[in-house]
T-cell receptor, first 110, second 114 residues
Framework: EDQVTQSPEALRLQEGESSSLNCSYT??????LFWYRQDPGKGPEFLFT???AGEEKEKERLKATLTKKESFLHITAPKPEDSATYLC???????????FGKGTRLHILP | GAGVSQSPRYKVAKRGQDVALRCDPI?????LFWYQQALGQGPEFLTY????????KSGLPSDRFFAERPEGSVSTLKIQRTQQEDSAVYLC????????????FGSGTRLTVV
């Protein structure tokens, strides 16, 4: 069964304290792996797509990486406005359905 | 419009009541998806349309759930005889071509069944 597991469930960091969020996945035929950000009361907002092992993408303080079994979202010197839930998701080759993990709730303390 | 619009934003239903949730996708977007998000959980796939064709409804939890997109634009998710376990946020997303990076989500409808 295709599955996405994110860890930790929640993470509290001091402003400026770098860390990484983990997403491990099992899927038959990966088309792409996605990272989304979700703020309270809002829908998920697209951050990155990764397609193949070894690929990396960066945006401001965020960098996403991909291996054959997992993806990491690295957050460098985070600010309070980076506080949100970060969702990892995979899309399969055989259809357009996206399967989400449960997310990591990130809280950056000023 | 500029984004995906969902209405109502909040709905309180008495157990057993029927509800209809509306999604206005981005103009011209071919693909439309419905997801259910329980509190503290990730979105769970419900169903998917390409234009007016419902290509996958494998995520609909029971035959009380029904979705339609008759003209290939606006979509309605209907839940009959609501139960407490139906309480969740219902998210709609649209995409120009079904590729995950092109998904734009609406803000969702929060359904509370009392």
């Amino acid at each position: 069964e295709d599955q996405v597991t994110q860890s930790p469930e929640a993470l509290r960091l001091q402003e400026g304290e770098s860390s990484s969020l983990n997403c491990s996945y099992t899927v038959s035929g990966l088309r792409g792996l996605f990272w989304y950000r979700q703020d309270p009361g809002k829908g998920p907002e697209f951050l990155f797509t990764l397609y193949s092992a070894g690929e990396e993408k960066e945006k401001e303080r965020l960098k996403a990486t991909l291996t054959k079994k997992e993806s990491f979202l690295h957050i460098t010197a985070p600010k309070p406005e980076d506080s949100a839930t970060y969702l990892c998701a995979v899309q399969r080759n055989r259809d357009d359905k996206i399967i989400f993990g449960k997310g990591t709730r990130l809280h950056i303390l000023p | 419009g500029a984004g995906v619009s969902q209405s109502p934003r909040y709905k309180v239903a008495k157990r057993g009541q029927d509800v209809a949730l509306r999604c206005d996708p981005i103009s011209g977007h071919v693909s439309l998806f419905w997801y259910q998000q329980a509190l503290g959980q990730g979105p769970e796939f419900l169903t998917y349309f390409q234009n007016e064709a419902q290509l996958d409804k494998s995520g609909l939890p029971s035959d009380r759930f029904f979705a339609e997109r008759p003209e290939g634009s606006v979509s309605t998710l209907k839940i009959q005889r609501t139960q407490q376990e139906d309480s969740a946020v219902y998210l709609c997303a649209s995409s120009r071509d079904g590729r995950g990076y092109g998904y734009t989500f609406g803000s969702g409808t929060r359904l509370t069944v009392v």
